[in-house]
């Protein structure tokens, strides 16, 4: 690979990493690691699914029959459905909170699906499936409805636009050329 297509690609990683504006506009929604941007929400969400992908791995949701794995779950969810709800105490600014409540999110969505697989019946499973699916259909869209007014109030703010000009988006536009 020559040299500029190794700059591109690591400009794209860079960017598609943190999938926001690297830039000081969006610090509250990135970490840095080792000089990389990671999105907060999907570093935690991803360690939260990791994590309950081994403990589920190693055997210690065995003993747990699958009604009680499903309400587990759903308290894994809460606080970002509570997030979502924008009630008080779970619409923190926190970043840690933040990146904790994705990580039960994360761990929430393994047990889920670990439910899946352990219920007794097919319409059971398919019931879960549907529900699930529906679930996160309404987290997404209201993941994203916020997610574009948050964007447009924050870049509005800025002395750039979301253009090649915008410093945040530089990775991306490179990627392209």
């Known amino acids: 690979m020559s040299s ?14 943190a999938h926001h504006p690297i830039c000081w506009q969006y610090r ?12 907060l929400g999907c570093t935690g969400f991803y360690s939260g699914f990791i994590l309950g992908a081994i403990v589920i791995f190693l055997g210690f949701l065995q003993h747990i029959i699958w009604i009680e794995l499903i309400i587990l779950a759903i308290l894994l969810y809460l606080p970002t459905m509570l997030r979502l709800a ?5 619409d923190s600014t926190n970043r840690k909170l933040r ?4 990580g039960l999110l994360g761990l929430g969505i393994a047990v889920g699906l670990y439910s899946i697989i352990v219920a007794p019946y097919f319409e059971i499973q398919l019931l879960q499936v549907l529900i ?3 679930f996160y259909g309404i987290i997404t869209i209201k993941r994203i409805k916020n997610g574009t007014k948050e964007w447009d109030a924050l870049c509005e703010t800025c002395t750039f636009s979301r253009n090649a000009q915008c410093p945040g988006m530089e990775p991306l536009f490179k990627w392209r050329e």
């Open 86 to 90: 924008k009630v008080p105490i779970f």
């Open 132 to 134: 699930g699916v529906t």
């Open 99 to 102: 990146i904790g409540f994705r």
């Open 28 to 39: 509250e929604h990135l970490i840095q690691v080792k000089g990389w941007s990671l999105c």
């Open 4 to 17: 500029s297509k190794t700059e591109k690609l690591k400009g794209f990683l860079h960017y598609s990493l």
